[in-house]
């Protein structure tokens, strides 16, 4: 490993904390912890996302790590903190059922994204060539949560994490997507936060509880 | 010009009635916005019948023979679900189902979901598609859960997670094609994800990464079809939305999602040199058939029923795009006009046979010929057209696709046939009793606007006795395209 540079290796060893930090989301049960998680996840994005652009120097990434900072990191969680403190649920505490097995499931799914990632790796140009394999893990792990996870909170934060991955896999297969295009998705994922919001309140409207083993009325009869 | 015209009009639209959607007039104003949508579509198609294929704006919008027939046929069905649902929503209102909030939330997001759909059909720019089909499934999921009844919020809860979730395996699947055409189109610029500037260059493209490239892009586009096993959304959605709500997402949406899988597919066609795409929809179109048309037998609410007839016709189509070639691919296209047409319609009759009897459940509706003879008849020609009956055009495409399925592939068409049969005993045996027998319900408040079930099931009684040259030379077209 003597040939990469310092700042490869401080990405890679960023990309290994993304990695870490969707590990600790899928065994956190207490709502307030789990935003945390994910602001540290954004910031870990940044991060990383920042020293690509200083090292292969462009100046497009430097613009859509400024807007992951402002999105990820400050406008969406605190309007999920708002929430949070108006429905009252920084505390609720969920009991994750078979911790192990979601684990050793997690384990798999790592295993099996990195398989996926190298074809498409030993192709890339850029200096997080790597890292697919991680970007790709963080995106199947959140899926793995929003199945896994019973309250509507917890499968919304299990969605911007996806986010975070997808946008991870975005800039270590190709420094980005275009900026047009990146202005045009971080515009939906605020639209959808707000919906999300607006949900919440009807959720508990309707059932009392953002509990969702209570929605299961719409079953094949 | 016109393109902007198609767009700016539903966009301009769903922000004046953002602020009037709450009057009385709104309904009317949403009727007049419609149709100036379809003005302007009428024009774009005229101009691409006398000009060719073409592109605007710095080649960010790109038009041509295929989706111009699908920009036309979005912005008919649009207009006919808002004149349909200017009585429909007006009895809903009455009954007390919604406020005049909610009433103006229904109005604004429908047309920004027009406005959605008419981007992701008109964009040349993959990033661009990805960005408007998120879109529009924003616009419609406040519009699922319109009536906050338990059932409407949790279909919408599962409609947002569902259908976000696999939009996003999507996102990743344009990264991986983003990054299949750096190299070859040039990283900086914006052209790497433009489709003409893909599809030209699209025989270098790295077989290996556009594999998997297509593979996410199927899965995330495709749930949106509502193609097996991700179709669970589906049902829920069109089960508890308001009535004009599930005939777009039926009619409408599930064509614009089912657009954007064929749109990647004849660029991953042209960069694995292999029939392996093909294959793949082929297996998801014929999964998705046969398990509907098993579905359909342990539905009990009319909508439910109909919502599964679409995942079943999505699976027909699916299946056809995926046998390719010009014959298939021209069944498939007709079938998309056709199911789109025939099941708004059916929708539309459903809808006022509910307001009629007050519930949903099949077992309750009864008698719709005694009380109101146009809806019940509206009813049992959408459901003989759907069903594929010979003079209707649903019978063409079909036949069209079972006779390509017997010549490429003989082993699909039993399946194929066994799942139409299914499906056809399944509904008609339903269909039956709801439009006969004796019921003591009273007639509706309004006079239901029918017109548009009766146009609809026209157009598709016409193609099935006579496609006009014209028409079929335009599908013939599109679909030799589509081909590669």
């Known amino acids: 490993m003597a040939h990469l540079s310092l700042a490869t290796q401080v990405i890679q060893m960023l990309a290994g904390a993304l990695l870490l930090i969707s590990f600790a989301m899928l065994a956190e049960r207490r709502s307030r912890r789990l935003l945390i998680l994910l602001v540290w996840q954004g910031a870990v994005l940044v991060a990383s996302t920042l020293l690509v652009a200083s090292t292969a120097h462009l100046t497009h990434l430097f613009y859509s790590a400024a807007l992951t900072l402002v999105l990820k990191v400050c406008v969406l969680p605190w309007i999920l903190f708002r929430l949070m403190r108006k429905l009252g649920i920084e505390r609720d505490n969920e009991p994750l059922v078979n911790l192990p097995t979601l684990m050793l499931v997690g384990l798999a799914l790592v295993i099996f994204a990195f398989g996926l990632a190298q074809p498409v ?15 790709l893990a963080v995106i199947l792990l ?6 896994a996870r019973r309250k509507a909170f917890t499968q919304v934060i299990g969605f911007l994490s996806l986010e975070n991955g997808l946008f991870f896999a975005a800039t270590s297969t190709t420094y980005g997507m275009p900026m047009v295009v990146e202005l045009g998705m971080a515009l939906d994922l605020l639209v959808a936060v707000f919906i999300f919001g607006i949900f919440f309140f009807h959720i508990r409207e309707q059932f009392d509880s953002l509990d969702l083993d209570q929605l299961e009325s719409l079953k094949e009869d | 010009m016109e393109i902007l015209l198609v767009l700016g009009c539903p966009l301009l639209g769903a922000m004046l009635l953002a602020v009037v959607g709450a009057k009385r007039y709104a309904a009317e104003a949403s009727v007049a916005i419609s149709l100036a949508t379809l003005l302007a579509a009428a024009a774009l198609v005229l101009r691409i019948i006398h000009g060719g294929s073409m592109t605007a704006l710095h080649e960010e919008f790109f038009i041509d023979p295929f989706n111009v027939f699908l920009v036309a046929l979005t912005a008919l069905v649009g207009f006919t679900t808002s004149v349909f649902s200017r009585p429909y929503m007006r009895i809903e209102a009455e009954h007390g189902r919604l406020t005049p909030a909610r009433l103006r939330l229904y109005h604004s997001m429908y047309q920004l ?3 959605a759909m008419l981007l992701a059909l008109t964009t040349n720019n993959m990033g661009f598609l990805w960005v408007s089909m998120e879109m529009a499934t924003l616009s419609t999921v406040l519009l699922v859960s319109l009536y906050r009844t338990r059932a409407s919020v949790e279909a919408a809860w599962k409609y947002f997670i569902l259908c976000g979730v696999g939009i996003a395996l ?21 052209n790497a994800l433009l489709w003409t500037h893909l599809n030209a260059v699209k025989g270098q493209l790295e077989p290996r990464v556009m594999g998997l490239a297509f593979v996410f892009l199927l899965v995330g586009y495709g749930t949106k079809v509502g193609l097996a096993p991700l179709h669970n959304w589906l049902p829920d959605a069109h089960a508890e939305g308001p009535t004009p709500v599930s005939a777009v997402l039926s009619g409408l949406l599930l064509n614009v999602a089912l657009y954007a899988v064929i749109r990647c597919k004849i660029l991953a066609d042209g960069a694995l040199h292999s029939a392996l795409p093909g294959h793949m929809l082929m297996g998801f179109g014929l999964l998705s058939t046969v398990l509907a048309s098993f579905f359909l037998w342990r539905q009990r609410d009319i909508k439910r029923l109909f919502a599964y007839s679409s995942i079943e016709h999505m699976g027909i189509i ?15 296209l007709l079938h998309m006009t056709m199911h789109s047409l025939t099941k708004s319609a059916i929708f539309f009759a459903a809808g006022h046979a509910t307001q009629l009897s007050g519930t949903q459940r099949m077992d309750k509706i009864r008698g719709l010929l005694a009380i109101h003879p146009s809806v019940g008849w509206g009813l049992m020609l959408g459901g003989l057209a759907i069903l594929g009956m010979p003079p209707f055009g649903v019978f063409t495409s079909e036949y069209l696709v079972l006779i390509t399925a017997m010549r490429d592939h003989p082993w699909a068409t039993p399946i194929l ?5 299914v499906a056809f005993a399944a509904i008609f045996s339903r269909l039956q009793p709801m439009v006969f027998g004796d019921t003591d319900d009273r007639p509706l408040p309004h006079t239901p606007a029918l017109v548009p079930v009766f146009v609809h099931l026209g157009i598709v009684l016409m193609m099935g006795v006579y496609i006009p040259p014209a028409l079929a030379e335009w599908y013939r077209l599109a679909a030799r395209l589509i081909a590669g």
């Open chain 2, 318 to 332: 699916t299946f056809a795009f995926g046998m390719g070639g010009p014959i298939a691919n021209f069944a498939g």
């Open chain 1, 121 to 135: 790796s030993a192709l890339a140009t850029t200096v997080l060539r790597d890292t697919l394999g991680i970007a």
């Open chain 1, 142 to 147: 959140s899926f793995l949560m929003i199945l």
């Open chain 2, 113 to 115: 979901f027009m406005a």
């Open chain 2, 417 to 421: 046939l066994a799942a139409l049969a």
């Open chain 2, 170 to 190: 999507a996102l990743f699947g344009t990264a991986l094609l983003y990054a299949a055409a750096e190299n070859l189109l040039g990283g900086e610029g914006m």
